[in-house]
């Protein structure tokens, strides 16, 4: 083999390589996409758990509640509250933006 020859193999060699590594990244930005998807699936099965157990908390006479149930439940309710009169306050922003941008 000629120096030109072992040359072109050798860039041959790094471009192949070059290939591999960039479709074990694609693999492995792929696998965190799942991945990502798992989670959002589990914190959303959860979620929809916790918010089941509440509303069963809930429809349940006070006094059949454990002091521990009372709390749980209280602390849900003033989150749901506190939640709900914060996505409020933020829709009320938004649309003061939107006249505001509006009158401009």
């Known amino acids: 083999l000629t120096a030109l020859e072992v040359q072109a ?3 041959e060699l790094a471009v192949l390589e070059a290939e ?3 479709e074990l990244e694609d693999q492995l930005t792929a ?4 991945a990502s998807r798992m989670m959002s699936v589990k914190e959303f099965v959860e979620e929809r758990n ?3 157990r ?5 429809a349940r006479p006070v006094v059949t509640l454990t002091p521990e149930q009372q709390k749980e439940l209280a602390t849900h309710q003033l989150k749901s509250k506190t939640a709900a ?3 409020r306050a933020q829709q009320r922003a938004q649309q003061k933006a939107a006249a505001a941008a509006a009158e401009a």
């Open 54 to 58: 509440m509303a069963e908390l809930a």
């Open 9 to 11: 193999r050798r860039l």
């Open 20 to 22: 591999q590594e960039a």
């Open 85 to 87: 009169i914060a996505a």
């Open 50 to 52: 916790k918010a089941l």
């Open 31 to 34: 696998a965190k996409v799942v």
